[in-house]
Each structure stands twice: as structure tokens, then as C-alpha cells.
């Protein structure tokens, strides 16, 4: 009932290179997972059209130049990039997309993705943190269009804010986007008062909360505000931009979290995906980079999506 994404392509991306963001990660979390209990989805490119659907074509245009150029840097920003990262990052979105058609489709109750490079940073026009792609704003629009979906909510509980999901749907009513993160901390946005704005006011959801928060604030911000909120917003599926840095130990950020606060974590989202959205939900991985902890937060999480 439950699949994974999880293609080889995605460690390639900065290897060989000194990096938080290191492909030890994929082997982390993918040695962690029960896999012989999982359903194993294909990986394809993600095509153009698929990209365009959230970000701007010159944008493309530039990543994957610089990436082919060999550069080091994303001159959009301040992303890390290798020979690789254009292959794994298109493979990663292709991978997102998949485990929507999956459970779209009825083959799977939801899917985790073990996606690298991570995602929720990217704006429609600008690579940023470790990001190149947008993966969890990919999949919601494709969920959209593909199967004419009318709201995605995305849950966020990063310890770094997914600025670039709630710019790309800033505006938009159709994706609610809620999000638990530190302040002050890496991007600097995600103020409980960014909203969204225009007829997509309302729709965005942020809980920034100071260096060693946990359960009581991200639990809580989840059960008090994010539950309420959903059963209003009645998403047709849930997307879960799962970072793991927020757990205790990692070492870019302060939270303090256990494997056993994202096991409730992952176990209330399920129930918002139930009542609302036949049980649909796509977990797409994010941050979480002491790989001790990020394999044992990740493990936790996905027993938690295979539970009846």
C-alpha cells in the first residue's frame, strides 16, 4: 500500500564534493527503509511541459546551462551544483510525479520519495539553499492538472521555511501550504503573517518558532491550527514536504524532535488525507542531514505511512 521512489540517479548529484547535502543521504535513509515491504515506483525524466508548470522557462534554461557548463554555483543564487545535478534533479521531479500517478491511480494509498536534490527552496525563477527544482510544487500542480484535482494541501515541517512552494502559490486558493520552521534561520521568510495574498489570501499557514522547539510547538501547531484549517480547506490530497532537520541533533538546525514526534506527526496528516482525500498522501524528502538521525527519523515516518 505504500511505494517508494528511490532512483540510484539522485545520489549522483554532488558527488565527490564536500557538502551538508551529500549523497550519503540517499544511502542513509534507502539502507533504513523496510524495501522488501514497499512498492518500488519506476523513474523517468520529467518532461519540459511537467516543469514549466511551476517554473519559467528561462529559469530552466539557465539551471541547466550552468549545470552543463560545469559551473560550480547556480547563478540564480546560492545553489551547489555538480555534473550530475541536472540529471538527478529532473529524475527526482519525475519520481514526484509518479508516486501522484500512483496514488492518484489507486495502486498505492500514498508514496514516499527519497528525492535529492531537495526541493522546497526553488521559486519559479531561482535555484536557492540546496534546491534546483521544485519538487513538492511540481507535484501538487501536476496532481492538478493531470487528474483535475480542485485543492492540494502541502505540509511542511522542514526546520528551514519551503519559501519557494508558498511564492509559487502565494496567490493561488487551490494549495494551501502550511509550514512549521525556526526563526530566525535560513531563508529568512515564513513570518506568521505571510498569509498569501489576493484569492489566495487565507491559504498560506506559517508557524515560525525559536531554537529548540519540538513536539509541544510542531505537534501542536499541527493538531490546534493545521487539522481545523484542513477540515475548512478539504484538500483532495496531501503532500508532505518532509524535512528530517528538524529533528534533535541535526546540525543546521535547533529543533528537537524524535522519530517517535514524526511517527505522530506523519499519523495526524494521515488522518486529514482520510477524512478529506481517500487517504492519498506523497511524502517527498527535504532536509535532514546528521545521517544517523535522518535514517531513524525517516524509518519512523514511512512504518507511520504503512500502517492500516
Not at 36 to 45: D, F, G
Not at 77 to 93: K, L
Not at 161 to 178: A, E, K, L, R
Request: glycine share 10%.
Amino acid at each position: 500500500m505504500t511505494a517508494l521512489f528511490a532512483d540510484p540517479i539522485c545520489r549522483q548529484h554532488l558527488a565527490g564534493r564536500p557538502h551538508p547535502e551529500k549523497p550519503e543521504r540517499f544511502d542513509a535513509v534507502v539502507e533504513a527503509l523496510p524495501v522488501e515491504r514497499l512498492t518500488r515506483l519506476e523513474a523517468r525524466m520529467a518532461t519540459e511541459d511537467e516543469l514549466l508548470l511551476c517554473h519559467t522557462a528561462g529559469y530552466l534554461r539557465t539551471a541547466r546551462h550552468d549545470i552543463e557548463a560545469g559551473r560550480h554555483y547556480l547563478s540564480t543564487g546560492d545553489t551547489e551544483i555538480g555534473a550530475s545535478s541536472w540529471d538527478a534533479a529532473v529524475r527526482a521531479v519525475g519520481g514526484a510525479l509518479n508516486a501522484v500517478d500512483a496514488v492518484a491511480n489507486g495502486r498505492a494509498r500514498n508514496a514516499f520519495c527519497v528525492a535529492r536534490p531537495p526541493g522546497h527552496h526553488a521559486t519559479a525563477n531561482r535555484g536557492m539553499g540546496f534546491c534546483v527544482l521544485n519538487n513538492v510544487a511540481l507535484a501538487a500542480r501536476y496532481a492538478e492538472r493531470r487528474y483535475g484535482l480542485d485543492r492540494v494541501l502541502v505540509v511542511d515541517w522542514d526546520v528551514h521555511h519551503g519559501n519557494g512552494t508558498q511564492d509559487i502559490f502565494y496567490t493561488d486558493p487551490s494549495v494551501f501550504f502550511f509550514s512549521t520552521h525556526q526563526w530566525p534561520l535560513y531563508p529568512g521568510t515564513g513570518r506568521h503573517d505571510e498569509e498569501g495574498a489576493g484569492a489566495g489570501r487565507g491559504s498560506t499557514l506559517n508557524f515560525p518558532f525559536p531554537p529548540g522547539s519540538g513536539r509541544a510547538q510542531i505537534l501542536g501547531a499541527v493538531e490546534n491550527s493545521l487539522m481545523p484549517a484542513a477540515d475548512r480547506f478539504r484538500p483532495d490530497l496531501v503532500l508532505i514536504s518532509a524535512g528530517f532537520d528538524s529533528r534533535t541533533g541535526d546540525p543546521l538546525g535547533n529543533f528537537t524532535l524524535t522519530d517517535r514526534d514524526f511517527t505522530d506527526l506523519t499519523v495526524r496528516v494521515m488522518e486529514i488525507a482520510d477524512r478529506h482525500a481517500g487517504g492519498r498522501v506523497v511524502s517527498i524528502l527535504e532536509g535532514g542531514y546528521n545521517l544517523q538521525g535522518l535514517a531513524a527519523a525517516a524509518a519512523a515516518h514511512v512504518e507511520a505511512l504503512m500502517a492500516e
